[in-house]
């Protein structure tokens, strides 16, 4: 499995939208955004082998498009746990951050086979990007 260094990511992520904004280093950027590219990055290396990012399929998880504020074990035909569906959680920042961090902690008996994100940086980053994946089919 492979870790990032906290301030590797925040550098990463904030050289990426200096540079997606054509701006300098100098000029004014996003701490949300500079989260948000970092988390792509975390989502790649850790999620993006199980999870997709739209509405109209899934792999090996369900789709993760529009998972800000929707409720835990929704996503239509995707086979939840029972333990998911019945868990009563929306998927907010702090239930996705607790999520990333252990979910067998959050929801015992889960059937996701998931290798925790133990870094809180990298918790973080990673919540800031599910969080910004919209429910609209444009995105």
């Avoid at 701006?23 to 500079?34: D, E, I, N, P």
């Avoid at 999870?51 to 998880?61: A, M, N, P």
Wanted: net charge positive.
């Amino acid at each position: 499995m492979r870790y990032f260094q906290a301030s590797t990511l925040s550098v990463v992520g904030v050289l990426a939208v200096s540079a997606a904004l054509g701006q300098g280093a100098t000029q004014w950027w996003s701490v949300l955004k500079a989260e948000q590219v970092a988390g792509k990055q975390v989502f790649d290396a850790h999620c993006a082998a199980c999870h997709v990012q739209k509405h109209d399929g899934h792999t090996f998880g369900p789709s993760l498009k529009g998972v800000a504020n929707r409720a835990a074990g929704s996503v239509a035909g995707f086979p939840y746990s029972d333990a998911l569906k019945a868990s009563g959680l929306v998927w907010n920042e702090d239930n996705l951050r607790k999520w990333i961090a252990e979910p067998h902690q959050l929801v015992p008996k889960t059937l996701m086979p998931h290798v925790a994100i133990s870094n809180p940086a990298e918790q973080v980053y990673l919540t800031a990007y599910l969080m910004q994946l919209k429910g609209s089919t444009s995105n």
